[in-house]
């Protein structure tokens, strides 16, 4: 029986061992371009566009915490010069505890957790303690 040479006529398709683009559409950023990192300077730009849309996301993410964070705070305080609250009363409005603008220390050398102009402080009893921003006083 003859055998077939069919497979060795097929032409061999030379592989493109350039790296591949960046922006993770699967193609090689091309024969002789090795120093390239992007198929072209839309792949650049795309990949790009999606890294700064995606960090964009996890801060919008932060932010809406925090100006809830803000809100329940205010809203706790209600207008009063400090106001003292259970954990509970914050969890139930739906503070979320991991996030905070800054750390403010007072005169008396208490640390407490701002968001924004508002800030509580965990009291040794295990209640909190609500602060505002006032003329008399920044949380700065
Ligand atoms: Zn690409």
């Not at 809100?71 to 010069?81: N, R, S």
């Not at 409005?93 to 208490?110: E, V």
């Not at 800030?119 to 920044?138: F, H, P």
């Amino acid at each position: 029986m003859e055998k077939s040479l069919d497979n060795f006529e097929q032409p061999i398709e030379k592989k493109d061992e350039s790296p591949l683009c960046l922006c993770g559409c699967g193609k090689h950023v091309g024969e002789g371009r090795s120093h390239k990192k992007y198929f072209s300077d839309g792949h650049k730009n795309l990949h790009h566009n999606r890294l700064k849309k995606k960090n964009l996301d996890e801060i919008r993410l932060i932010d809406t915490e925090l100006k809830k964070n803000q809100k329940i705070l205010k809203e706790l305080l209600d207008e009063k010069e400090f106001q003292i609250v259970t954990k509970g009363a914050l969890q139930a409005r739906g503070y979320n505890f991991k996030y905070h603008t800054h750390i403010f220390t007072s005169a008396t050398g208490n640390d407490f957790c701002v968001c924004y102009n508002y800030a509580y402080r965990k009291l040794d009893n295990g209640k909190y303690k609500i602060i505002g921003e006032s003329e008399k006083g920044s949380l700065a």
